[in-house]
């Protein structure tokens, strides 16, 4: 049985380019870029090429970007880092949104358990944070505001740039989490009111376990690991230069390739709901998140009388690789965060199931997908 992958925002494939990017870095020898010697030399070489390639794609100076570990790193380095800087400074307060990645959500709450004033913004119904809000929330004394681009359950867009404006009039640093929308959405961030992102390598078709950190040049930031110098002392620790070397490979081909893989990720989208509508009619489903304000590749659907885990358990069991929510809340019964805070009944939370495409899907996987889930559906339904 071929499997089929909807997964794609818990974790993509790597793309044979980015596999070959790692090889040749991986079995290029075993140098340190922090070493003198040639081939310390070659392996720094790597890792600045790479950043050469982050510095094109998001339109900002190559100092100001520092690879770590993960996405997850990147979060907690954009939240500590900045901060204990602006504490410095006399700032405490802290403002992010009730549909955050638990990178960021958990790391504001060890901020407020640290003395930090911790606001968090409710969303709508859609999953959108108000504007207003926002702004009622964000004041001289706010250190760090933390918005997500796209969110990880839903795929809604956050106003990120027009609350970053915001943010700026109180010179609060802006962080966004950009992780499930970099790839689907486009990042200037010479235009962007943006002070620190997130990006991760292992939701754009590049290697787990490598994260990039833009800091803009002047922001408040410190530390968050201590050790040697690497990353002009940002982020301690030896790089992952062969994990580098494809994640630039794999931003490369994304950035390249971002209408086409837009448009690939819609057309399965509306394979996939035009196959459910046929099979089920549209009271057989409801979507969760913003119809439009959303990034193109994810799709969350409560299905009435269906509890999440008996549907993914069956799915699975006919081969198909779906989600309940965040990946790391995939295995634990708790009720999604983001679809709590967006006020939906609770019947529809735990009926929810996310579908998430992306590089190697075909309009036949959606058809088959979307007619598997109706029967699944039909057999389950108020058993
Ligand atoms: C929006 C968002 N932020 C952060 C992360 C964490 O990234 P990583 O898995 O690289 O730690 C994820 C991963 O699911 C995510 O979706």
Redesign the pocket.
């Known amino acids: 049985m071929k499997l089929i992958y909807f997964d794609h925002?818990?974790t993509t494939a790597m793309h044979p380019e980015a596999i070959r990017a790692y090889a040749e870095a991986a079995g290029a020898g075993p140098g340190n870029p922090s070493s003198l010697h040639a081939l310390g030399r070659a392996a720094r070489e790597r890792v600045t090429a790479g950043r050469d390639v982050f510095a094109e794609v998001l339109n900002v100076s190559a100092s100001d970007l520092v690879f770590t570990g993960?996405?997850?790193e990147s979060?907690n380095t954009a939240l500590f880092g900045a901060a204990y800087a602006q504490r410095k400074k006399g700032k405490n307060g802290i403002v992010t949104t009730a549909v955050e990645?638990h990178?960021v959500l958990n790391a504001c709450r060890k901020l407020e358990m640290d003395g930090f004033q911790l606001t968090v913004l409710p969303v709508d119904s859609n999953g959108i944070v108000s504007l207003e809000a926002a702004k009622a929330a964000i004041g001289d004394n706010t250190a760090v505001v933390s918005v997500?681009a796209g969110n990880?359950e839903t795929g809604t867009l956050q106003p990120y740039a027009e609350i970053g404006e915001w943010a700026r009039t109180y010179k609060a640093v802006m962080h966004v989490?950009a992780?499930?929308a970099f790839g689907y959405v486009d990042f200037d961030l010479q235009r962007l009111p943006v002070d620190l992102l997130?990006l991760?390598a292992?939701?754009i078709n590049g290697p787990q376990g490598v994260?990039l950190l833009y800091v803009r040049k002047g922001t408040p930031f410190q530390p968050l690991l201590h050790g040697g110098s690497q990353e002009k002392s940002r982020r301690a620790g030896t790089e992952n230069v062969a994990g580098i070397a494809a994640f630039a490979k794999a931003a490369e081909i994304v950035s390249i390739g971002r209408e086409a893989r837009i448009a690939h990720a819609e057309n399965i989208r509306e394979a996939f709901l035009s196959g459910l509508e046929q099979a089920l009619g549209s009271s057989g489903f409801v979507i969760n998140g913003h119809p439009d304000r959303r990034l193109p590749h994810i799709v969350n659907v409560s299905f009435p009388g269906v509890s999440s885990e008996s549907m993914l358990m069956n799915l699975d069991l006919a081969g198909i690789a779906a989600s309940g929510g965040?990946?790391c809340n995939s295995g634990s019964l708790k009720p999604s965060h983001v679809l709590t805070a967006m006020n939906l009944a609770p019947e529809r939370v735990s009926s929810a199931v996310r579908f998430s495409f992306g590089l190697g899907n075909t309009n036949e996987e959606a058809d088959k997908t979307a007619k598997m889930t109706a029967t699944i559906s039909a057999r389950l339904r108020n058993r």
């Open positions: 925002a818990a993960s996405g997850t979060d990645h990178a997500m990880n989490d992780v499930q997130t991760s292992h939701k994260g965040s990946a």
